[in-house]
């Protein structure tokens, strides 16, 4: 080994020990370095920050120093190391500093080189025989080592001591980036350990703190993420050892820690939660199949989903948020006090954010859906829904003719018509026919439909039926949809016809006729008959002057006239006769028509352009054949005039009748009321006024026709009506000396004062002396009240007849007609028989519509009609009018029922009458 080599071994193992001296006073400062910042972490409760910087501190002052001694230690020289080795040989000649002066390389002289190498090689023997261990400084290293171990006593006691301490402490300190709270004997448990809230919500946190006195308040750490800004709030005391605290409106997600002084807790995240919330949604309903309605799709815009029955529906719903799983609850709608069982749909993911729940529409409900995300955030309400389950209705059915009820002759026809409509289709429409005695027929009138509505028409000749009078008919529509359940059936209501006999018919229309449109039938004939004569006589005047032109405008003047006639005759000859007078009209009319008929043939055939006595011949025969009838017909006229003037009287005493009625319903009324105060219910003793008001029209309605009846019988001029005009003069002298006016009057003053014994008391007898009026013996007026015309000296039977056949129809028309409608119209109106007494229309069977014979309704001009019949025909039906008030007949009037006032309620010249009234017999 060579003398460098051996010098170079003594300083690689004399620097090995000067480094092992610096790593160990390293160490011994690493020690009390990590004791200083533990101590100063252990008292002050660096935040991490804090550590952080005390950490970077000490590694630098730590770092430098190491790398400082170690520098130092790793300076050692050649002549550093020479020194050292001559001081471990301990030899006089320090061969190792020589033998380091010596270069042979640089010896100048051969001897000089061999002194050098001798040296070096001496030297190098030596170096090579000191062991290793006594290279090495070991007093220093022992020295370091001690340094070393007085350092890390302390950590070791404290360690020993205060293990969790010392833990904590160093933890902090080789983690200070880690949220670990400073040492405290207080230990924090965070109530709820895993805190969250929805967004803007409120959050209530909670500590419990143990193993120690609290010397300092609790208050709550509150630490936004990303930033070191710490807010610190005071917390509330809820036991000794409990504080909570809380927080509103969070929109960010925070940390939050409890500190008592020095001491805290570790930071807890408060998780935000984003509820789900309903972005869109849409619905798909597919009807049932057998409605052959396709599935439709809407937007849910609404918050009731309306499906028909057994549909099936699917809602699908878009969220902000990716969606967890949920169910859809169904609550049937039940009736009041039964408890309804839930259902769940269950719900299935889509997508992400979309969930779809699909069911059957069985019935209507609620629906509620609590939406939540995958986090199990529930949104902020439920999704509430009404379910709108639609049956499936039956076909609605109306059958618009015949009407409910109808009256028709055998030999009528009916006519039909109905509409039959379903919310979906139908499938058949049936006519049902029912008549007493026989089994339904049912006749099939659209067999196969797919639409929603069908219109019915047809016709029913009943004489092909072979009804009669007496007889029933009832029809009705029933129609069937397309539903499998089989209970999509309706019907319409049922109309009945009644079947009636011709007469009666007839009695029903004399009922509903007025004396104008009586003679308005007669005018018309009369009128046609006059129009064709004057047409001719045109002619004859045309004719006269020689011009072709004018006779050919006169020509087809005439020609419209007697076309004209001809169409109104004919009509009338084929019109049912209602009166007997009117058979006479209708064979009258039907030769006329035969005549008219042959006139426009013959003026067919004239020629404007012939001789003027070929012109005149014709016109002529024309004329005579017009004229053949003129006094068969002016018998008719002077016949129908005679009528109408008899009606005019009958007319009052129909009228007389009507007033006679109404005052039996007024006393019967205030006889029930005056029955009821006796017996201690006085409820209806208001309407005494109102009936009181009603005698006080019928009062004056009896003054008018007492006004009215001397008119007309004044101006009968007819010899044969003389006996009634003069019958009807009587009647009325006999009115005026008993006098009912007065007896009404007393009666209505004792009614608007509210005493009902003398209200009714007068009522009773204003009756008892109309009714002796209409009693009078031999008095044909007084008969014709009673509805018994007497026989007047006219040698034509059909026209006492046709008197009686008016009057009987007089008789029957509405009571409840307004005043002053002049003569023939129905006559002056009077009281009526409403709920107190007062007119008011009601029910009769005469409004029934009635279908039969042909018959036109002429109006007369006056009433807005036309003379011919043309402006106002009704064929077959008659038009509805108020009913007949439902009054007592005076032999209707039960005598049981009749109890006498008392003398003294009756005034003084009325007594004698009124026990008379009550006892017959005296």
């Known amino acids: 080994m060579t003398f460098p080599s051996s010098l170079n071994r003594i300083r690689r193992w004399r620097r090995f020990g000067r480094w092992l001296v610096a790593l160990l006073a390293a160490a011994a400062l690493a020690c009390l370095l990590a004791l200083g910042a533990g101590l100063a972490d252990a008292g002050l409760a660096f935040e991490a920050s804090g550590r952080s910087a005390l950490v970077a501190t000490v590694l630098v002052v730590l770092s430098l120093a190491a790398l400082a001694a170690l520098g130092k230690a790793s300076l050692f020289s050649r002549k550093r190391g020479a020194e050292t080795a001559d001081r471990l040989l301990a030899s006089p000649r320090n061969p190792a500093s020589a033998a380091l002066t010596l270069d042979p390389a640089a010896a100048e002289t051969p001897l000089a080189r061999h002194l050098a190498e001798r040296s070096h090689r001496e030297a190098a023997a030596e170096l090579a025989a000191i062991p290793v261990s006594n290279i090495i400084p070991w007093r220093p290293i022992g020295l370091a080592a001690s340094a070393l171990a007085l350092a890390a006593l302390p950590i070791g006691i404290l360690w020993f001591a205060t293990p969790d301490a010392t833990r904590t402490v160093a933890q902090r300190l080789m983690e200070p980036e880690a949220d670990l709270p400073p040492w405290s004997p207080l230990r924090f448990a965070i109530d709820p350990v895993a805190p969250s809230t929805v967004y803007g919500g409120e959050l209530e946190v909670a500590v419990e703190i143990t193993g120690g006195e609290l010397e300092h308040p609790v208050e709550l750490l509150v630490r936004r993420p990303g930033t070191d800004e710490v807010l610190r709030l005071p917390s509330f005391r809820e036991s000794d050892t409990r504080f909570s605290r809380t927080l509103d409106a969070l929109t960010e997600p925070v940390s939050i820690a409890f500190a008592c002084g020095k001491a805290r807790s570790t930071w807890v995240p408060v998780e935000l939660l984003l509820q789900p919330k309903v972005l869109a949604g849409k619905v798909t309903i597919t009807p049932p199949a057998y409605t052959g309605r396709e599935a439709a799709t809407t937007p849910l815009d609404t918050n009731e989903i309306a499906a028909i029955e057994g549909s099936e529906i699917v809602l699908e719903v878009t969220s902000n948020r990716p969606l967890a799983p949920s169910a859809l609850v169904f609550t049937p709608a039940t009736a009041p006090g039964v408890e309804s069982v839930p259902e769940e749909i269950p719900g299935e993911i889509i997508s992400s954010e979309a969930i779809a729940f699909r069911w059957i529409a069985t019935r209507p409900g609620k629906l509620s859906a609590m939406l939540r995300d995958v986090r199990g955030t529930p949104a902020t309400t439920p999704l509430d829904l009404g379910l709108k389950a639609l049956p499936d209705q039956a076909p609605v059915v109306d059958l618009a003719s015949p009407p409910r009820f109808l009256l028709a002759t ?47 028409a047809d016709a029913v000749q009943l004489s092909e039926l072979g009804v009669h009078p007496g007889q029933t008919i009832e029809l009705f529509l029933q129609a069937s949809d397309h539903n499998p359940s089989l209970l999509g059936q309706g019907a319409s209501e049922i109309s009945r016809v009644q079947i009636i006999s011709e007469d009666d018919y007839a009695y029903r229309i004399r009922a509903k006729t007025t004396l104008e449109q009586f003679g308005a039938r007669y005018a018309a004939i009369a009128q046609a008959f006059e129009q064709a004569k004057q047409s001719l006589d045109a002619m004859d005047k045309a004719a006269d002057l020689n011009d072709p032109a004018a006779v050919e405008k006169a020509r087809q003047d005439a020609t419209a006239a007697h076309q004209q006639a001809a169409e109104l005759l004919e009509a009338l000859a084929n019109d049912f006769p209602a009166f007997e007078l009117e058979q006479r009209l209708k064979d009258l009319a039907a030769k006329g028509a035969a005549d008219a008929k042959q006139n426009l043939e013959q003026l067919g055939a004239f020629d404007p352009k012939g001789g003027e006595a070929d012109q005149r011949r014709a016109i002529r025969e024309m004329r005579d054949r017009l004229g053949a009838r003129q006094q068969e017909h002016q018998q008719l006229q002077d016949d129908a005039k005679t009528v109408a003037e008899a009606g005019k009287l009958l007319e009052m005493a129909a009228k007389f009748q009507q007033i006679y009625q109404t005052q039996v319903s007024i006393s019967k009324r205030i006889r029930t009321i005056a029955e009821e105060i006796n017996k201690g219910n006085d409820q209806n003793r208001r309407l005494l006024p109102s009936l009181a008001e009603t005698q006080d029209k019928n009062r004056e309605a009896l003054d008018q026709f007492a006004s009215e009846l001397k008119k007309r019988a004044e101006a009968c001029t007819d010899p044969a009506l003389a006996p009634l005009a003069e019958s009807s003069l009587q009647f009325l002298e006999a009115l005026r000396l008993s006098d009912p006016q007065s007896v009404m009057e007393s009666g209505a003053k004792a009614g608007r004062l509210g005493v009902a014994n003398d209200a009714f008391v007068q009522a009773e007898l204003a009756r008892g002396l109309l009714e002796t009026l209409m009693q009078r013996q031999d008095d044909p007026f007084a008969q014709a009240c009673q509805g018994q015309c007497m026989n007047f000296s006219i040698p034509r039977p059909d026209v006492n007849a046709t008197m009686q056949q008016l009057l009987e129809g007089l008789m029957c028309q509405n009571p409840g007609m307004s005043p002053n409608q002049g003569q023939g119209g129905g006559g002056m109106g009077g009281g009526g028989t409403g709920p107190t007494g007062n007119a008011a229309p009601g029910f009769s069977m005469m409004d029934l519509p009635v279908v039969g014979p042909q018959r036109m309704n002429f109006e007369p001009a006056s009433m807005g009609g036309s003379a011919d019949g043309k402006g106002q025909t009704t064929p077959g039906r008659q038009a509805a009018t108020a009913a007949e008030s439902s009054s007592m007949k005076p032999s209707e009037l039960p005598r049981e029922t009749r109890s006498a006032p008392e003398p003294e309620s009756v005034p003084e010249p009325y007594r004698e009458a009124v026990k008379r009234y009550f006892d017959p017999e005296s």
Request: net charge positive.
């Open 410 to 456: 055998p030999s009528s026809t009916l006519r039909l018509a109905g509409r039959a409509e379903d919310d979906h289709a139908l499938s058949k429409v049936q006519l049902v026919r029912t008549l007493e005695g026989f089994r339904d027929r049912t006749r099939v009138v659209a067999p196969t439909l797919r639409d929603k509505a069908f219109d019915f």
